[in-house]
């Protein structure tokens, strides 16, 4: 969009200086890869959109909470930079596309303006009429009176301005409404961050006739979605609140009095073999592991003595809960500095499933954790989906990952 004088009057050359470090370190993250992103960071002035934050605070690399509701739980935000911008190179925005955006932070919608330039436009839905006041006036503060803000539930999208070439939804999502695939031109793309049986991903879907199938896939977190798409955690706690368990539908695993008295027996424990950096991202295994096990859920812990359990991470460890066991990763560490990633088991079967969940993990290991991860793809509720299931697992797989009130979702590893 170039320079602007509201912009230029309350910009500073130190601001400057913190959006140059906010694009350089981004790009040195690999979550900026294009240059039109790098320049859109180095533009968008994010101090106007977290008013009352040092420069500092400001163009850190972290989330501004900006609305929580009665109990705390945060229902607006403004991104973090990094997942802001892995969101943006999944969505290949480019000049003269009209763009919507589901929830209203208004920086996010700053930087999209930047991309589709003086031709395009860009539109930001939110339900809250506060969030979408306080983005419009940090977009008119910022220069950039050119964005739409509209107060409504995003479940219907926005015809008035449709068709979009790309949709961007920043609240997390459990289900992908009609309309949105409608709104879309016919090759246009909507990046979404899902929640996949208790996993959130952003997920780049481009429109194929009637289906969304996936381009790509990366781990994320956001505030929920309200209105007509809302939807309940799913999920129970243990021992007394120090552990948790979610899942996408608690009619696929045990009730929680099950699970608890699974964990009173002996502990079953095998290693897979496969060796990780803690850093290294290997967020594709959840979702492998999730394909392979229909008890597929994912443990909490809550409190610090857990030390019979070590689970793998302290929050969304991948778990497998069965009538007969229940199954979690952990890990162990090398002497090079990296772990490997093992299972534990407890119940009846717990020698079993904790065999099978390591065997499922070098699995992965062999033949997709080098690779671009699964393709997902939103078919329409009714529609009828071929027969394609996962070959040479240890388990029976489950091609179908979830089913949701629109769309059903499935995932292909070839």
Not at 361 to 384: F, L, S
Request: charged share 20%.
């Amino acid at each position: 969009m170039g320079a602007d004088p509201a912009r230029e009057s309350a910009d500073s050359a130190e601001a400057a200086a913190y959006r140059a470090a906010l694009a350089d370190r981004l790009i040195a993250e690999g979550a900026v890869t294009t240059a039109e992103v790098a320049a859109a960071v180095r533009v968008v002035p994010r101090h106007l959109f977290t008013p009352g934050l040092a420069l500092g605070v400001a163009y850190a690399n972290q989330v501004v909470f900006v609305k929580r509701d009665r109990w705390g739980v945060p229902t607006s935000s403004v991104s973090a930079p990094d997942i802001q911008a892995i969101m943006l190179e999944q969505a290949d925005i480019r000049a003269g596309m009209r763009v919507l955006e589901v929830g209203s932070g208004g920086y996010n919608a700053a930087l999209m303006a930047e991309l589709v330039g003086a031709g395009g436009e860009v539109t930001s839905v939110d339900i809250d009429r506060q969030v979408a006041e306080r983005a419009r006036r940090c977009l008119d503060a910022a220069g950039y009176g050119d964005v739409r803000v509209i107060v409504a539930d995003a479940e219907a999208g926005v015809p008035a301005h449709a068709p979009y070439d790309r949709i961007v939804v920043t609240v997390e999502a459990w289900d992908l409404p009609p309309a949105w695939r409608a709104q879309l031109t016919p090759h246009g793309r909507i990046v979404v961050p899902l929640l996949l049986r208790g996993m959130t991903r952003s997920i780049a879907l481009d429109r194929e006739g009637d289906r969304l199938v996936s381009r790509s896939t990366r781990l994320c977190g956001f505030v929920k979605m309200q209105g007509a798409g809302s939807h309940p955690d799913a999920g129970y706690d243990l021992d007394d609140g120090d552990l948790s368990v979610d899942v996408d539908d608690l009619r696929a695993i045990p009730g929680a009095a099950q699970v608890e008295a699974l964990l009173e027996g002996p502990r079953a424990e095998r290693w897979s073999g496969v060796h990780v950096w803690r850093w290294e991202p290997w967020d594709t295994l959840p979702l492998w592991l999730a394909t392979v096990f229909p008890g597929y859920c994912q443990l909490n812990v809550h409190a610090p003595d857990t030390e019979a359990l070590k689970p793998a991470l302290a929050t969304g460890t991948p778990a497998i809960a069965t009538p007969t066991a229940f199954a979690y990763l952990t890990a162990r560490p090398l002497p090079d500095g990296r772990i490997e990633l093992g299972a534990h088991a407890f119940g009846p079967d717990a020698a079993a499933l904790a065999s099978d969940l390591a065997a499922s993990t070098a699995v992965w290991d062999r033949d997709h954790r080098q690779g671009a991860g699964p393709v997902i793809t939103a078919w329409p509720i009714d529609a009828q989906i071929p027969d394609t299931p996962i070959p040479d697992t240890p388990t029976p797989a489950a091609d179908l990952i979830a089913v949701r009130k629109h769309v059903r979702l499935t995932v292909d590893w070839r």
